[in-house]
């Protein structure tokens, strides 16, 4: 199955590892250095020129993972993710 980020924006749902509302997740200092991190390394894709509202990490065992940012909201997000798994 795959999960819709938003603006075309597709990836598979097995590779999820894990979906986060920026407005709570961004005030602690360590996401805010991994996402630095990550947007040096060229692992950021921004979805639209909205405001991103929701942080997504996708990737597989033995990897580093990739972010998104997403401008639908973590909610929206999680219940497209769980009516995928029910399917």
């Known amino acids: 199955m795959y999960l819709h ?3 075309g924006a597709v990836v ?3 590779d999820v590892i894990g979906i986060f509302d920026l407005d709570n997740a961004s005030w602690a200092f360590r ?4 996402l630095n991190r ?3 390394e060229g692992r950021v894709t921004a979805i639209g020129r909205d405001l991103p ?3 997504i990490l996708t990737g597989r065992r033995g990897e580093r ?3 998104w940012l997403s ?3 973590s909610a929206a997000l999680a219940g497209r993710a769980e009516r995928n ?3």
């Open 53 to 55: 509202r929701t942080m």
């Open 12 to 14: 598979r749902s097995a």
């Open 65 to 67: 993972p990739s972010v």
């Open 31 to 34: 996401t805010r250095e991994f």
């Open 85 to 87: 798994a029910m399917e």
């Open 71 to 73: 401008p639908l909201s």
């Open 38 to 40: 990550a947007q040096r």
């Open 5 to 7: 980020l938003g603006q």
